[in-house]
């Protein structure tokens, strides 16, 4: 079974640049999300979708941040524009269940952004 | 305070010995529990969910203290492969957060 793919795996932009990235969840999942991880610390989650609507996105700085998934499969993370602090590795989870509890999540690689 | 906060560690032990860490969290309406690990540089995987009886997997066993609001993860017969950063995760109506992870380290 693949995994769960994200483009790209590494970033390095400007800051008040913009940038997109992408994520394949495991097929018939549900569920994705997508977390920031910055060094030395937890996955902290900016937005959870189940098929294409949103669960949860209270800690997604809606300002610069924005994510889409139109299809229900794939989905989209943008930064605009980009910050220093924005420096971290976004991951993308996706899980085969409902949004109701956090069921096991599958992890992609990452892509690490950094923010010169 | 945090939500969910762990002792960042790191723990350095010997190999066999027995470790184990806590997660605090401090939402009494959580519902689900949950311990991933992550080696460096690498995304988190899921290692075992926590159940309010305990539950156990090989030298991994994993408990539930609803009263203090803490779950726990004990190592058994630690490896060289075991060093890594442990994550607890704390889910609630929705609303999943991840600890800042624990660092273990084992020494030959």
């Known amino acids: 079974e693949a995994g769960v793919a994200q483009s790209p795996r590494y970033k390095i932009i400007e800051k008040r640049q913009s940038v997109a990235f992408w994520c394949n969840p495991i097929?018939?999942?549900?569920?994705l999300y997508w977390y920031q991880q910055i060094l030395g610390q937890g996955p902290k989650l900016l937005i959870q979708?189940?098929?294409?609507?949103?669960?949860?996105d209270s800690q997604l700085p809606k300002d610069r941040f924005s994510a889409e998934r139109l299809k229900g499969v794939d989905s989209t993370l943008k930064i605009q524009p980009a910050k220093l602090e924005d420096s971290a590795v976004y991951l993308c989870?996706?899980?085969?269940?409902?949004?109701?509890?956090?069921?096991?999540?599958?992890f992609g690689p990452g892509t690490r952004l950094t923010v010169t | 305070r945090k939500e969910v906060e762990q002792d960042p560690g790191p723990f350095n032990v010997p190999e066999g010995a027995t470790v184990a860490f806590n997660c605090t969290y401090s939402?009494?309406?959580?519902?689900?529990f949950f311990w991933y690990r992550q080696d460096c540089r690498k995304e988190p995987k899921l290692l075992m969910s926590?159940?309010?009886s305990g539950n156990e997997d090989g030298r991994f066993t994993a408990q539930l203290n609803r009263a203090s609001q803490y779950i726990s993860l004990l190592i058994r017969d630690s490896k060289l492969s075991d060093s890594a950063t442990y994550l607890c995760?704390?889910?609630?109506?929705?609303?999943?957060?991840f600890g800042s992870g624990t660092r273990l380290s084992i020494r030959p």
């Open positions: 989870a996706s899980s085969p269940t409902g949004a109701s509890e956090a069921y096991e999540q599958y």
């Open positions: 939402n009494s309406a959580s519902q689900s």
């Open positions: 926590v159940y309010s």
């Open positions: 097929s018939g999942h549900a569920t």
């Open positions: 979708f189940q098929n294409n609507g949103v669960v949860d």
């Open positions: 995760v704390v889910s609630s109506a929705s609303k999943i957060i």
